[in-house]
Nanobody, 124 residues
Framework: QGQLVESGGGLAQTGGSLRLSCAAS????????VAWFRQAPGHEREFVAA????????DYADSVKGRFTISRDNAQKTVYLQMNILKPEDTAVYYC?????????????????WGQGTQVTVSS
């Protein structure tokens, strides 16, 4: 079973930036999709961004497009989420997730492996 560990959450001001990291403790597969999700209090968990492990193809939710960037370091088995121009509505617990896939494309759902989450708080 895979293990994912998130880090980099914290407090930021509106308009500020944070970078989240997701480190995998087990060998990755070339055919994988890794994603970030978030869950705010009283809300359902929602998709934020995903990346295919081999080609690095990305996909973003409309709410973060142009502000967030997902990237990966294959050698370090780490996926990053650079969050810029943060807004109070970005406040949530952010989760990293991974799944093996038959195609080298990013997926928005049906993830098997999850991290423990990291809190991001954006003050107005």
């Amino acid at each position: 079973q895979g293990q994912l560990v998130e880090s980099g959450g914290g407090l930021a001001q509106t308009g500020g930036s944070l970078r989240l990291s997701c480190a995998a403790s087990r060998p990755s597969s070339r055919m994988m999709s890794v994603a970030w999700f978030r869950q705010a209090p009283g809300h359902e968990r929602e998709f934020v961004a995903a990346i295919s492990w081999n080609q690095g193809t990305t996909d973003y939710a409309d709410s973060v497009k142009g502000r967030f960037t997902i990237s990966r370091d294959n050698a370090q088995k780490t996926v990053y989420l650079q969050m810029n121009i943060l807004k109070p509505e970005d406040t949530a617990v952010y989760y990293c997730a991974a799944k093996r896939t038959d195609y080298d494309v990013p997926f928005r759902n049906e993830y098997r492996y999850w991290g423990q989450g990291t809190q991001v708080t954006v003050s107005s």
